[in-house]
């Protein structure tokens, strides 16, 4: 139904998913040091996964 049905049984490489978002997000600096990026990255994953 949702992006997450193509990971199912492999949980290895959702894993891998969510540690490259949380690295392109630290490190990325696409919204500045605000706590709005954070937000924005949890309602992303949030569309992403329902």
């Known amino acids: 139904m949702g992006f997450i049905d193509s990971f199912k049984g ?3 490489s959702l894993l891998f ?3 490259l978002l ?3 997000f630290e490190k990325g600096d696409w ?3 605000s ?3 954070l937000l924005f990255f949890f309602l992303l994953l949030v569309i992403l996964f329902q």
């Open 31 to 33: 919204f500045g040091d």
């Open 22 to 24: 949380v690295i392109l």
């Open 35 to 37: 706590d709005e990026s």
């Open 10 to 12: 492999n949980e290895e």
């Open 17 to 19: 998913f969510f540690l």
